[in-house]
């Protein structure tokens, strides 16, 4: 849709069954009309080295870039491995943050939501991100935080988001993060 907002919704997970990824599919189904989610995984990013980065960006990293840069937020999903972000994830993002000041991170707004099936809903690795995505001067969005605790419960074997809460919670923040970002452009 023309003058959509447009937002690359990037999961912290390979997993197949993630919930995740299910809970940016979930985002992307009760998203209205007017917002763009595209569903982003990072299977084929390699491990971040300097010296191949000396030699030009591999072309998955290279592909990354190009899906990032246009969009008007990203939209991060993020498992909680002990206590942090995945090494997936924070990974990609090494790669996404190059070159300095000049990535297409750089500045881009980002909200920030988790999905586990303990309790803590992922509230620990979340912080973690956030202070990733600062290093990288992505405004955040603030309020709105989404923490997907007890996922086991929430989501359907088709991995289809169920809880009508959870889906409140999430149809919310997606609205919130639209206007946010429509206000951080005037
Ligand atoms: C290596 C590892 C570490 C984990 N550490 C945590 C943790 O610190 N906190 C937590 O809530 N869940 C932890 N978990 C459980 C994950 O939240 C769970 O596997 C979750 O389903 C992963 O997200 P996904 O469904 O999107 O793949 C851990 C799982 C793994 C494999």
Redesign the pocket.
């Known amino acids: 849709m023309k003058g959509a907002t447009r937002i690359a919704g990037v ?5 197949k ?7 940016l599919r979930a985002a992307a189904n009760l998203a209205p009309e007017d917002i763009e989610i595209d569903i982003i995984t990072l299977e084929d990013i390699p491990l971040f080295n300097e010296d191949v980065e000396a030699k030009g960006f591999p072309d998955p990293v290279v592909r990354l870039h190009e899906t990032i840069r246009p969009v008007d937020g990203v939209l991060f ?8 972000i ?1 090494g997936v994830l924070k990974n990609a993002i090494d790669w996404l943050s190059r070159p300095e000041r000049k990535s297409s991170i750089y500045k881009k707004p980002a909200a920030i939501m ?9 509230a ?2 979340q912080a973690h991100l956030r202070q990733v995505a600062y290093y990288n001067a992505m405004p955040l969005l603030a309020s709105s935080e989404v923490l997907i ?1 007890r ?2 419960e929430k989501f359907d074997d088709d991995g289809r988001l169920q809880d009508e809460e959870t889906k409140k919670f999430l149809a919310d923040m997606i609205i919130d993060f639209r206007d946010w970002i429509r206000r951080l452009r005037t």
């Open positions: 999961s912290g997970s390979l997993r069954g993630s919930y995740n990824t299910a809970a999903s993020t498992p909680e491995y002990n206590y942090s995945p988790g999905a586990t099936p303990s309790m803590i809903g992922t620990r690795a605790f996922a086991g």
